[in-house]
T-cell receptor, first 117, second 113 residues
């Protein structure tokens, strides 16, 4: 089946630094990738949608200058949390879909636990 | 405004019995629904889906029922196994256009051996 690899799985950083999270589709080409964020006891909240070769579409309330998304190829999307603050500590999950149209299931990475100290 | 609601945060079921997880939605534009299973420290895994043109979809031990008039769907697992213990997310989307997937908060299922 389709495999999405997310790296790193866990990262601790200091306030003010930037962290990059990678999301790779290993055995398929992902024209669209999604970045989610999950706070404890809450649902997965979509942060942004990235399409290969174009600018990401951010959800309302998500700062695009803080959460930089790059989808330079059909197999790689990156999320960079810039100038991280403790309130950015969360579980970030990427997902990919192979085609648009219809209800193709999303294939998720294993997530990244970010802790900002 | 939570468009996909899972009102039961947790559920305990005896091994071999049926597990029923419920989900309600408010957006009448949703026409495709999915269930995902999530273990700790892992990403969600797709389980089963259903289109709004159907009222039932079955895959092995997993069956999803959709009641469009009530805006309600449910996931039945029978027989339940200890390995089914996980958090189950209900999700919905509008299949045309943007296709943003909206998730519920999840229900933690514990299957007791």
């Amino acid at each position: 089946g389709a495999v999405v690899s997310q790296h790193p799985s866990r990262v601790i950083c200091k306030s003010g630094t930037s962290v990059k999270i990678e999301c790779r589709s290993l055995d398929f080409q992902a024209t669209t990738m999604f970045w989610y964020r999950q706070f404890p006891k809450q649902s997965l909240m979509l942060m942004a949608t990235s399409n290969e070769g174009s600018k990401a579409t951010y959800e309302q309330g998500v700062e695009k200058d803080k959460f930089l998304i790059n989808h330079a190829s059909l197999t790689l999307s990156t999320l960079t949390v810039t100038s991280a603050h403790p309130e950015d500590s969360s579980f970030y999950i990427c997902s990919a879909r192979t085609r648009t149209g219809g209800g193709s299931p999303l294939h998720f990475g294993n997530g990244t636990r970010l802790t900002v100290t | 405004d939570q468009q996909v609601k899972q009102n039961s945060p947790s559920l305990s079921v005896q091994e071999g019995r049926i597990s029923i997880l419920n989900c309600d939605y408010t957006n009448s534009m949703f026409d495709y629904f999915l269930w995902y299973k999530k273990y700790p420290a892992e990403g969600p895994t797709f389980l089963i889906s259903i289109s709004s043109i159907k009222d039932k979809n079955e895959d092995g031990r997993f069956t999803v029922f959709l009641n469009k008039s009530a805006k309600h769907l449910s996931l039945h697992i029978v027989p339940s196994q200890p390995g089914d213990s996980a958090v189950y997310f209900c999700a919905a989307l509008v299949s045309g256009g943007y296709q943003k997937v909206t998730f519920g908060i999840g229900t933690k299922l514990q299957v007791i051996p």
